[in-house]
RNA sequence: GGGUGCAUAGCUCAGGGGGAGAGCACUACCUUGACACGGUAGGGGUCGUAGGUUCAAAUCCUACUGCACCCA
């Protein structure tokens, strides 16, 4: 085994051997219990980033586990088509060549797209290979494969036949550079520095003026109201009369309506129907005709006037210049206001009147609602639950319909004779109603989402009746980012709940987004993105999970720092030489006998007790989801256990003469590396595989290897404490040594003065930990006539130890490190005596949290008088 | 405007009613036959501010301040 890892060649290695045994594939087997997750499904063309790479990181660990465990585990792997992202990525391309998709018409277009996801939709999964997902391949979907299809007709119909799908004419986002209809949570909200025009408003046959305030000005050429507030008395007087629209010169009325904010502004509002979703609102409650002045390429219509052919912005600016001019701009202030942007593209959206179908949402969120309040759902962490309700409670009818090519087509025929409209999952060849043929489909395809929202059971075989979706629905656990919480967790519970009459998953759980070493969003347009795959290359694929999954709890943002990275990296090699060292060692051992009673050595006991409480913690940890607690305790026991004590005092052993023994140390030394092994497995699943293959073993894969399960005749808390005894004088000598500045290589007599029998006897039989540990010659007495003076001096809970150092020792530094000493003991004696006689303290806090107190107050004044002994007899 | 999270060592972050933790960085020593991606020892924090509950608060509660995010 080379001296360092080298993870490269080690995981092509076994993620092949993986796959080509189907170790991921699932079978159903009524007789174990299921255990399923869904894959949220990445953007089919797109490329694996930081936030897939944690994402899809938790979901390989729970996996992993739970397989271990012996659960019937299935991880279900798929992709999305990602409407408007995909789209625009092919009218790229094609715009590269010099031609638009209107050139070569719908259905070629889409054969490009096709074209385009066969070529690059491949890309993602292989990315996820290489972070190690032990998904399902096999059972690979993508939303718009047949089965999936399928499905979203299904949906369509189902819910247009309940009437929960309508076609309306209806105000909604619109972006003009995408050319599309969004939903209202794909618009961004970004805070932008921006201007309140005050416009005065002429009262028709009066001196008057009724003043507004407005942040887009440019819309005025819509108006066709202006609302108060009805109790409102500054313009109670007003309500009822017309106003003249400066500009347009039209006549607008005044109308009075709760809407308005009496607060804001001037406390009266310009009502443009066509273009402001309130407003919209306001227009349908009072009848109000849309005047539509803004058109689909956000450039001003027909009914502009004047302003027509001009953009939108710069139609404001000219606009402005004229209200000015003539006297109808009262003040310009700064303001600062939220401005909906398209997620995908950044512009500035655009509210616009269109037909467009929409699902009704009220009916679908009460069950959905319900299931998150009575724990049909759980969230992790739980305060997620009240972000899901709160929006769930205040859900608007959502709008499905999307202007673009790719996608599922709408299932909706309109009949050019007669207007029918034909919803089926089939298409029609004549019209139900006239028999005509002229059927002509709707253009628009579906938000993608809507097929996302079916992926639980989808892609487990509905509208079947598969054995898949009876076992394995509803799912286990869905994993993913706060950041779809609304988009697509929301989507999926009241898809589920309405189609399965089930939830889709008993648990969800959130975690946060990966950040720059700077706190901010890692975005392609700030460049500041790290390429997971960059870093698997470097680092390799175990560091960057390890790495992912640590120093950060479950739902909170976590930074990318390479330090970190590092540190990852680190310990994989500090695992791989642990190993090596094992392995090196192991070259004449077979596995026999297990090693019992007599023959086991104190650090044995203690090795392998230790081993069974972090077999325990670690599982209880990713019960409950602290997957980065679990992976601490492993890193911890790892390094400053196994590796710092265990392996050390394992060393003279393994170089001894004494057979046995040496067969006792290969032995446990084995069989906690590969428990070890086991338990890291999910974390880091290429390095322990490889290892654990180059161990004694049993079965073909650590994949599939039992969980190790606590065994409580192997716990053994007296061996936990005598090595605590004898690691705490070992300390204290090392610290000696290193405070005298004894070369490491110099043999050091140590007396250890232990007066109680039974402690003697102890550190008389382990005498050589503490040799082979401090690189020292130790003489145990039970008495000192005489303290030698030229030695230095520390108390442990045990022992009085004494390092004879003739010549070395400056008696003023000793006692002056001596008195340091005893200040310090003074303080924390302070502390505790304050306590015990509070009397307070000791009727009300628990007993044994009083006597642990009592014990610590024996232990430090035994240790205080101890070193003033010392000092009084160094003559201070 | 409403909501959520965060504020702990120089940096990044765990922890969470009874002795302040880790990694990195820092200091000193060490090329010891697993590992310098290493070892040993060490320095460093009134746990954001102010109240409250409690025998006991970094931890629970309230308010405030600052930062981040979400929603309107």
Known sequence: MPPAYDPGAVEEKWYGYWEENKFFHARVDPEKEPFCIVMPPP?????????????????????????????????????DHAGIATQAKVEEQLAKEGRSKYELGRDKFLERVWQWKEQYGG??????????????????????????SQAVL???????????????????????????????????????PGHFYFIKYPVKDSDEFLAIATTRPETMLGDVAVAVHPDDRRYAHLVGKTLILPVADREIPVIADEYVDPEF????????????????????????????????????????????????????????????????????DDHNHAVGHCYRCSTVIEPMLSKQWFVRMKPLAEPA?????????????????????????????????????????????????????????????????????????????????????????????????????AHYYPTSVLVTGRDIIFFWVARMIFSGLAFMDQVPFREVFIHGLVLDALGRKMSKSLGNGVDPIDVIESHGADSLRFMLVTGNTP????????????????????????????????????????????????????????????????????????????????????????????????????????????????????????????????????????????????????????WPVPVEEYRDIPAE??????????????????????PPGKKADIVLLVIDNGTRSLVEKWVGYVETLTAGRVTIVPSLAEAPEQAAHAVTRAAEIYVPLKGLIDIDRESARLAKEVSVLDRDLAKIRGKLSNEGFLSKAPEDVVEKERAKEAELSGKKKAIEDRLKMLGR
């Open 43 to 79: 953007n089919v063309t797109g490329q694996l980033h930081m936030g897939h790479a944690l994402d899809n990181t938790l979901q390989d660990i729970l996996t992993r586990w739970r397989r271990m465990q012996g659960y019937n585990a299935l991880w279900l792997p798929g992709t």
């Open 265 to 332: 502004g001037t406390g009266a509002v310009k009502i443009t129907p066509a273009h402001d979703p309130n407003d919209f609102e306001v227009g349908q409650r009072h009848s109000l005709p849309q005047l539509q002045v803004i058109n689909r390429d956000a450039v001003m219509t027909e009914e502009a006037g004047r302003y027509r052919g001009l953009d939108r912005w710069e139609c404001r600016r000219q606009l402005v210049k004229e209200l000015d001019a003539r006297g109808y701009l009262i003040k310009v």
């Open 721 to 742: 404490e005598q090595m605590d005894v004898l690691m705490e004088i070992i300390r204290a000598v090392r610290h000696i040594r290193s405070e005298m500045n004894v």
């Open 369 to 469: 609602i319900q299931a998150a309040k009575d724990g049909q759902v759980r969230f992790v962490p739980e305060r997620f639950t009240k972000i899901y309700l709160n929006w769930m409670e205040n859900i608007r009818d959502w709008c499905i319909s999307r202007q673009l090519w790719w996608g599922h087509r709408i299932p909706v025929w309109y009949c050019a004779d007669c207007g029918e409209v034909i919803v089926t999952k089939t298409p029609p060849d004549k019209c139900v109603k006239c028999g005509g043929t002229g059927l002509e489909q709707d253009p628009d395809v579906l938000d993608t989402w809507f097929s996302s929202g079916l992926w639980p059971f989808s892609t487990l075989g509905w509208p079947d009746k598969t054995v898949e979706l």
């Open 555 to 706: 739902g909170n943002d976590l930074r990318f720092h390479f330090e970190r990275l590092d540190g990852a990296r680190n310990f994989a090699n500090k695992i791989w030489n642990a190993s090596r060292f094992t392995i090196m060692n192991l070259s004449d051992f077979t596995p026999g006998p297990e090693p019992r009673g007599e023959v086991l050595t104190l650090a044995d006991r203690w090795i392998r007790s230790r081993f069974q409480e972090v077999a325990e913690e670690v599982t209880r940890n990713l019960d409950r989801y602290e997957l980065g607690e679990a992976a601490r305790i492993l890193y911890e026991f790892t390094w400053n256990e196994f590796c710092d004590w265990y392996i050390e005092l394992a060393k003279p052993r393994l170089y001894g003469r004494d057979r046995d023994d040496r067969y006792t140390a290969q032995y446990i030394l084995a069989d906690t590396l590969r428990g070890t092994l086991e338990l890291l497995h999910p974390f880091m699943p290429f390095i322990t595989e490889d290892i654990w293959q180059r161990l004694p073993h049993r079965g073909q894969t650590v994949m599939k290897a039992p």
């Open 123 to 148: 890309r993602i999964t292989h990315q996820l290979r290489k972070l190690g997902s032990s998904c399902d391949w096999d059972r690979e979907r993508f939303t718009m494969d047949r089965g999936c």
């Open 154 to 192: 299904e949906v369509f119909v189902r819910l247009y036949e309940k009437g929960l799908i309508y076609r309306d004419y209806y105000i909604t986002n619109w972006c003009p550079k995408c050319h599309t209809t969004i939903s209202d949570i794909e618009v961004e909200h970004l805070d932008k």
